[in-house]
C-alpha cells in the first residue's frame, strides 16, 4: 500500500429521492418514492427517501408492494434530466479541488486528492465539499477519506446521511475486517455465496485466506479479491476526461 494516496468516495444520499425533495420541498419529511409507471401497479421502486427505507421499501420492489409497506408512501415519476444536472453540478464541485474524479454512477465519485494540499487536509476537503454540496446545490453527501478506492467505496457507506468517515492503514483492520465479506466491492451475491461455502463470511476471513485457495475458488478475481482486503490495491483514479470504453 501507498501511505501517502489519499482517495475520496463521496455519495450523495438518496440520490433520486432528494433531488425530488429539494425541487419540491412539500415533500420533505414524508415518505417518498421514485417509481417507474406510476400509474401501474407493476412498476418498481427506483429509489426511496430514509423514511421510505425506515418503513422497509428496497430499490426493485414492485410499487404496489411498496405502497402496502408504507401506506403514506409519496410515489412520483423520476426526472432524469434534473438529476443529469445535479450530477453535473456535483462534479463540477468536485473538479475544484482535483481534476482526478471518477464517476461511479450518477451519484458516485472517487477523488484523488494527493497532490491537493493547497486546499487543505483531505479530511478539511472532505468537510468543505460537503459543505459546499449542501449550500450551493442543497443536497446531502456522505464522504470516506482512505489510502486506496476499494476502502474508500466501502466507507462512504458507514456514516450516512451527511456525514464523513476516515479509514486510515492504522484502523482499516478495525474497522474493515470485522465486515461481512458482501460489503466489499465486487463480491457479489454469488460470490458471496461460495466464499461461505468455505467458511470466509467477514473481509477480515478474506484478508487472511490462503491465497492458493482462493485462486482454486474464483480464479483470478480471488486474487483480486484478497488484496482488496488486504488494503494493497493500486486502482487508479481517472482523470475526469476519461471515458470508460464500451465493452
Not at 411498496?66 to 463540477?92: E, F, S, W
Amino acid at each position: 500500500m501507498d501511505p501517502s494516496r489519499r482517495i475520496l468516495h463521496s455519495d450523495m444520499n438518496s440520490y433520486y429521492a432528494s433531488v425530488e425533495m429539494m425541487l419540491d420541498p412539500s415533500l420533505k419529511g414524508k415518505p417518498v418514492a421514485v417509481c417507474g409507471s406510476t400509474e401501474d401497479r407493476h412498476g418498481i421502486v427506483l429509489a426511496k427517501s430514509d423514511l421510505a427505507k425506515k418503513a422497509g421499501v428496497r430499490t426493485g420492489m414492485v410499487n404496489f408492494e411498496a405502497r402496502n409497506l408504507c401506506p403514506g408512501l409519496i410515489m412520483v415519476p423520476p426526472q432524469c434530466d434534473q438529476y443529469l444536472k445535479y450530477t453535473k453540478l456535483a462534479h463540477q464541485i468536485y473538479s475544484r479541488y482535483t481534476d482526478l474524479v471518477e464517476a461511479f454512477g450518477m451519484d458516485e465519485c472517487w477523488l484523488d486528492v494527493t497532490g491537493s494540499a493547497i486546499y487543505g487536509t483531505p479530511l478539511e476537503i472532505a468537510e468543505s465539499i460537503r459543505q459546499t454540496v449542501k449550500d450551493e446545490l442543497g443536497l446531502t453527501v456522505s464522504i470516506c477519506v482512505s489510502f486506496n478506492k476499494i476502502f474508500a467505496k466501502l466507507g462512504s457507506d458507514m456514516k450516512k446521511p451527511d456525514a464523513i468517515t476516515d479509514i486510515r492503514e492504522e484502523n482499516f483492520r478495525d474497522r474493515v475486517w470485522p465486515l461481512d465479506v458482501g460489503e466489499l466491492l465486487y463480491v457479489g451475491a454469488a460470490t458471496r455465496a461460495k466464499l461461505a461455502r468455505y467458511g470466509i463470511r467477514s473481509i477480515g476471513d478474506l484478508a487472511n485466506a490462503s491465497l492458493e485457495a482462493l485462486q482454486h475458488m474464483l480464479g483470478i478475481n480471488g486474487l483480486k479479491l484478497w488484496h482488496y482486503a488486504n488494503g494493497t490495491d493500486h486502482l487508479r483514479v481517472m482523470h475526469q476526461d476519461f471515458i470508460s470504453p464500451i465493452k
